[in-house]
């Protein structure tokens, strides 16, 4: 798959809430993923697949999502960006707020290498 191929499918699957699915058929067995933070304290950073998948398993558990919208893909050489607007409420803290955050994707041999997320400051 081309980068823009790729961006487009990981709309289409963001948008339907299909993250495993965009994982399993989309990632890189060794993908790195950078958070804007860590949620425990530890490095923001992760590398490989299995702990990205955890990283969207612990999401689905902890986040009740009430709406989301997402924006792109903008595509240029092996790069893209995603921007998501999503509306949840914290499951455990019984919290509900806004987040606002861009992706930005690597792409090598039709596979994303490289996530890395972006949050919005207001």
């Not at 969207?56 to 050489?77: L, Q, R």
């Not at 914290?90 to 509900?96: L, V």
């Amino acid at each position: 798959m081309t980068t823009e191929e790729v961006a487009k499918k990981v709309v289409e699957l963001c948008r339907k809430q299909a993250w495993k699915e965009a994982i399993d058929t989309l990632y890189a067995n060794d993908i790195v993923s950078v958070e804007a933070r860590s949620m425990d304290g530890g490095s923001p950073e992760m590398k490989g697949i299995d702990a990205v998948r955890g990283k969207v398993d612990w999401w689905i558990k902890a986040m009740e999502v009430h709406d989301s919208k997402v924006s792109g893909p903008f595509v240029a050489h092996d790069r893209f960006v995603v921007q998501f607007d999503i509306d949840v409420t914290d499951r455990e803290a019984k919290k509900r707020f806004q987040l606002s955050e861009v992706g930005v994707y690597t792409v090598k041999e039709g596979k994303i290498v490289r996530e890395e997320f972006l949050p919005k400051v207001e």
